[in-house]
């Protein structure tokens, strides 16, 4: 019962961690407060199955900020190149 407990709670907290993720992805939520609701998972996660869950949560938050800062840098430098080229033919 008790192994049971555990493999629904894992699989509960990386529903919602996906879902959190998700929801970064798209844009409807920022980084911090992904990290707020992360952290808070993690936090509630160590209740079900120990460090394991949290080390898992960090995975995944360490992935979605290392993708929105790429994105937000190939914007960045797209933007970049297309001011420069509007500034040359000015």
Same mark, same amino acid.
């Given at each position: ?24 992805m ?5 980084? @911090? *407060?992904?990290? %707020?609701?992360?952290?808070? /998972?993690?936090? $509630?996660?160590?209740v ?5 869950? #949290? ?6 938050? @360490? *992935?979605?900020? %290392?993708?929105?800062?790429? /994105?937000?840098? $190939? ?8 001011? #420069? ?6």
């Open positions: 019962m008790a192994q049971r407990k555990m493999v629904v709670g894992r699989t509960r907290v990386m529903q919602e961690a996906d879902t959190m993720w998700l929801a970064m798209t844009r409807k939520h920022t980084i @911090s *407060e992904l990290a %707020t609701n992360m952290f808070s /998972l993690a936090v $509630s996660s160590v079900i199955e120990g460090n394991m869950m #949290s080390d898992l949560l960090s995975e995944r938050l @360490s *992935e979605v900020i %290392t993708m929105r800062l790429f /994105l937000s840098m $190939s914007l960045s430098s797209s933007l970049t190149s297309r001011r #420069s080229k509007l500034t040359a033919l000015l």
